[in-house]
């Protein structure tokens, strides 16, 4: 049995904080604000993967009002969104994702993002897909006020 998942997510660029992508610190005058690490990469794919099995958002697993997520890595979210997607006897077949981000240029840590995705959902790099792109100076990330994501995946029911 096959479940696709969709997710997406925005966060707003600030000052004085880091920017992570995917698990990745990318050197960058702002960061996103959030309650975690803000990475609107990782929380896209979270969304995406509790979605295809219809177990609610990353704000119901992980409440912005548990202080116990202030400032987490968002890697470690995944790995435990991923842990309830494994104990309900699915995998990962597949992920395709994209960043829309009017700066800072991202090629040059893309790869590394993959191969973080990839070891966290225990799944070879290439079945993770991620990209980047502007908006062209349109919208949220356009204007330089955000950074949004976007996430679609498939897992695929195991037999253990």
């Known amino acids: 049995m096959y479940r696709i998942g969709f997710g997406y997510d ?10 992570i ?5 990318i050197p960058f005058e702002k960061g996103l604000l959030g309650h975690s690490d803000a990475d609107v990469l990782i929380h896209a794919i979270i969304d995406a993967l509790l979605g295809a099995l219809a177990l609610g958002d990353i704000g119901k697993l992980f409440p912005d009002n548990d202080m116990s ?13 991923y842990a309830k997607i494994r104990s309900e006897g699915y995998i990962l077949l597949n992920l395709d994702s994209t960043i ?3 700066e800072p240029k991202l090629a040059p840590y893309i790869m590394q993002m993959r191969s973080n995705l990839a070891d ?3 799944t070879e790099t ?6 980047a792109t502007t908006e062209e100076g349109l919208g949220i990330s356009g204007s330089k006020q955000g950074i949004c994501a976007y ?10």
């Open 10 to 19: 925005v966060h707003r660029l600030e000052s004085g904080r880091k920017l």
């Open 120 to 122: 966290d959902m225990e």
């Open 21 to 25: 992508l995917g698990g990745v610190e």
């Open 69 to 81: 997520y202030k400032d987490i890595d968002s890697r470690i979210l995944l790995r435990q969104a």
């Open 100 to 102: 829309c981000a009017q």
């Open 151 to 160: 996430a679609t995946l498939m897992l695929v029911r195991v037999n253990e």
């Open 126 to 131: 290439s079945s993770v897909s991620v990209k």
